[in-house]
């Protein structure tokens, strides 16, 4: 191997020699944010979409999607009746376009099988499905996450993964890319900041496996995947923004849906000191856990009964000043995010 990749290697091993989960002095309690069981269902996604949240409730076809204003109130149906949500095992997981790469701002895009719907803003959903399948096939498994290059370091395209272990690239056109392959249901994915904490892999697209519990990293451009972590039955992840809470604005968070009762925040002043690590959630035990870079994965709080974390993102204020496009990560904020961690973490 090159230098450079016996470098990141060398990090993931000392990652994984850590072996055990050790006790993260951060609590993080999230409390409910919306009233239970919206529109009549189970909560599964969770997405920011600038004026609105939007979220989905387990079940296949109509009235399975809802949309709630910026403070968790006025929930009521969303999508109207066409969109299809068909045959995914009844979770469909939810994100909004950044306006970057082609893509509107705050229109939403939901997994339907092995596809996705894209619905407006507006709740005006397309009669037809998003993702070409063409010369190049269709997508491999059931659409199971859905994320938004802001970064840019995967060409501020639309990111998915699927139950077989397959990851892609998705353009504005609807033309995907095979970028990974995982061999195994995977599901939360998130980018790492620029400026961060993840030395040469900041830029990497992470994703989980909830059923071996292994966090992998993705290298841009080309096809290099390193195991960096293991959370058992690993679900959302997410990084921690390095400008989170810096406003004040109480908006700013983590929220989640929590199956199958309501969604979950946590406030941004919970995840101090832990700004450019990874927030992972355990499905079957409702842990939270911390994966930092150098010390590895800290137990970090957990969910409120019924305690089964789903998916969720955080939102920060750059999101609700700038219509919701998440500002890059850059050198400027590594003082706010890296430093605060040397400063203030505390571990056992």
């Known amino acids: ?19 055990m989960i050790s006790q993260c002095f951060a609590a993080i309690t999230p409390t409910p944010f919306i009233a239970n069981n919206p529109i009549g269902g189970a909560p599964v996604g969770w997405a920011f979409a600038g004026n609105k949240f939007v979220g989905t409730v387990l079940g296949d076809g109509v009235n399975r999607m809802y949309s709630t204003d910026l403070t968790g109130g006025n929930v009521q149906p969303f999508g109207g009746t066409v969109n299809l949500l068909n045959g995914h095992g009844f979770e469909h997981y939810v994100s909004s376009s950044v306006g970057l790469g082609g893509f509107p701002i705050g229109d939403i895009y ?14 005006v959903a397309d009669p037809g499905l998003f993702i070409n399948a063409g010369s190049t096939g269709s997508i491999q498994g059931l659409v199971r996450g859905i994320t938004f290059d ?38 939360g994915l998130d980018i790492a900041p620029l400026g961060g904490t993840w030395a040469s892999m900041n830029g990497w697209l992470f994703v989980a ?35 989170l809470g810096v406003s004040g604005n109480p908006l700013e968070g983590l929220y989640s849906g929590n199956y199958s009762f309501n969604v979950v925040k946590a406030g941004a ?63 400027a904020l590594l003082g706010i995010g890296s430093l605060a961690v040397l400063a203030r973490r505390r571990r056992a």
């Open 1 to 19: 191997m090159n230098r450079k990749n016996h470098s990141v290697h060398l990090v993931v091993m000392a990652l994984l020699a850590l072996g």
């Open 110 to 123: 939901v997994a339907s099988d092995n596809n996705v719907q894209h619905i407006s803003n507006a709740g």
């Open 150 to 187: 802001s970064v840019g370091t995967f060409g501020n395209k639309m990111i998915i993964d699927t139950d077989l272990g397959y990851v892609y690239t998705v353009d504005s056109t609807g033309n995907f890319t095979q970028i990974a392959y995982t061999g195994e249901d995977t599901e």
């Open 209 to 243: 496996s909830e059923g071996t519990g292994n966090i992998r990293a993705i290298k841009p451009n080309v096809f290099t995947m390193v195991t960096v972590a293991n959370v058992p039955s690993a679900e959302q992840l997410d990084f921690v923004p390095l400008n």
């Open 269 to 331: 002043n919970q995840f101090a000191g832990l700004q450019g690590d990874i927030i992972v959630t355990g499905e079957l035990s409702g842990n939270i856990y911390d994966v930092n870079f150098l010390n590895g994965v800290s137990l970090a709080g957990a969910f409120p009964i019924p305690n089964q974390p789903e998916d969720g993102l955080f939102v920060t204020a750059d999101m609700l000043a700038n219509d919701h496009v998440p500002e890059p990560g850059s050198i």
